[in-house]
């Protein structure tokens, strides 16, 4: 079990927008690390998505969009398509045992 | 454009020790900018971050697998390896190895992200 927290799947029609909690603690989000998002789609490597709450790489749509509240972070798609069905992951780096980088559980987005 | 390529046996024994190396082109893995990583999945489960370095030999580890866990570097070869001890049926996966990139802070290790991936290798444990 993560200390990331990730609903296991959220779902939503084509044109809705839809969100993905990831729910962190004081021994990651809430000390100040960033969080970074990567899209995995069926049978393929993740990929970076968002970095540092709220910047995309070159190349990912502006339908995607991060941001923090406390020691929680979300993901917004909005304008929902078929080809964002994918599985999501939210990661950052915890302080406790050390330190480790962390991912959350993922979470399965279905577009209806 | 920088790609990775994991390689190495696609089935172990149990109690064995897994080898992976993960190729780089297109860029130098002595480059100060990057660290360099791996990540696994186990079949049908999520990502589990393994272990993060530095060209210069720096390494961080999952504290759940520091003991079984080796990762080392060959500049020479614009490579990086993965070692896992004593395996079991439980570190059946996809391995990963990733580049680790930064935005800020880039002096802190630990807000560097994984930027670029490899396709992945799937391995088994079985007899």
């Known amino acids: 079990q993560s200390v990331l927290t990730q609903p296991p799947s959220v779902s939503g029609a084509p044109g809705q927008r839809v969100t993905i909690p990831c729910a962190g603690s004081?021994?990651?989000?809430?000390?100040?690390?960033?969080v970074h998002w990567y899209q995995q789609l069926p049978g393929t490597a993740p990929k970076l998505l968002v970095y540092s709450y709220i910047n995309r790489p070159s190349g990912v749509s502006d339908r995607f969009s991060g941001s923090k509240s406390g020691t929680s972070a979300s993901l917004a798609i909005t304008g929902l398509q078929a080809e964002d069905e994918a599985d999501y992951y939210c990661?950052?780096?915890?302080?406790?045992?050390?330190?480790?980088?962390?991912f959350g559980g993922g979470t399965k987005l279905t577009v209806l | 454009q920088l790609q990775l390529q994991e390689s190495g046996p696609g089935l172990v024994k149990p109690s064995e020790t897994l080898s992976l190396t993960c190729s780089v082109s297109?860029?130098?893995?002595?480059?100060?900018?990057?660290?360099w990583g791996w990540i696994r999945q186990p079949p049908g489960k999520g990502l589990e971050w393994i272990g993060t370095?530095?060209?210069?030999?720096?390494?961080y580890y999952n504290p759940s697998l520091k003991s079984r866990v080796t990762m080392s570097v060959d500049t020479s070869k614009n490579q990086f390896s993965l070692r896992l001890t004593s395996v079991t049926a439980a570190d059946t996966a996809v391995y990963y190895c990733a580049r680790l990139g930064c935005s800020t802070a880039c002096y802190f290790y630990y807000y560097y992200y994984m930027d670029v991936w490899g396709k992945g290798t799937t391995v088994t444990v079985s007899s």
């Open positions: 990661q950052s780096y915890d302080s406790s045992l050390g330190g480790f980088w962390v």
């Open positions: 297109g860029g130098s893995i002595s480059s100060r900018s990057y660290y």
């Open positions: 370095m530095y060209y210069s030999g720096s390494t």
């Open positions: 004081s021994s990651n989000i809430g000390a100040g690390y960033d």
